[in-house]
Nanobody, 126 residues
Framework: EVQLVESGGGLVQAGGSLRLSCAAS????????IAWFRQAPGKEREGVSC????????YNVESVKGRFTISMNNAKNTVYLQMDSLKPEDTAIYYC???????????????????YGKGTQVTVSS
């Protein structure tokens, strides 16, 4: 069974940084992708950033390009989301998600994934 456990959320001032971690387990092959989604109060969940475990290809949505960086430590089966230059509109619950790799991270970002963690709260104050 795939399990995803997020950590690293918190409260930060605008312009600050946070690093989220996602510890992943239960995969039967290395052909999978992990992504970060977020959901702000009153809004739908949206994909933010994705990485393929096999070829390390990544995809970031336009609103976080140049500010967020996704990376993976294969030995630890952990994915990180480094968030810099945070804005109040980045405030949301951030979820780690995983699925068999669809051949392109963009597909996962816009169509969702099969497995989700419980989430971690990120709050950016102005």
């Amino acid at each position: 069974e795939v399990q995803l456990v997020e950590s690293g959320g918190g409260l930060v001032q605008a312009g600050g940084s946070l690093r989220l971690s996602c510890a992943a387990s239960g995969f039967t092959s290395d052909d999978y992708a992990i992504a970060w989604f977020r959901q702000a109060p009153g809004k739908e969940r949206e994909g933010v950033s994705c990485i393929s475990r096999k070829d390390r290809s990544t995809y970031n949505v336009e609103s976080v390009k140049g500010r967020f960086t996704i990376s993976m430590n294969n030995a630890k089966n952990t994915v990180y989301l480094q968030m810099d230059s945070l804005k109040p509109e980045d405030t949301a619950i951030y979820y780690c998600a995983a699925d068999r790799y669809a051949g392109g991270c963009q597909t996962h970002i816009y169509y969702g994934m099969d497995y989700y963690g419980k989430g971690t709260q990120v709050t950016v104050s102005s």
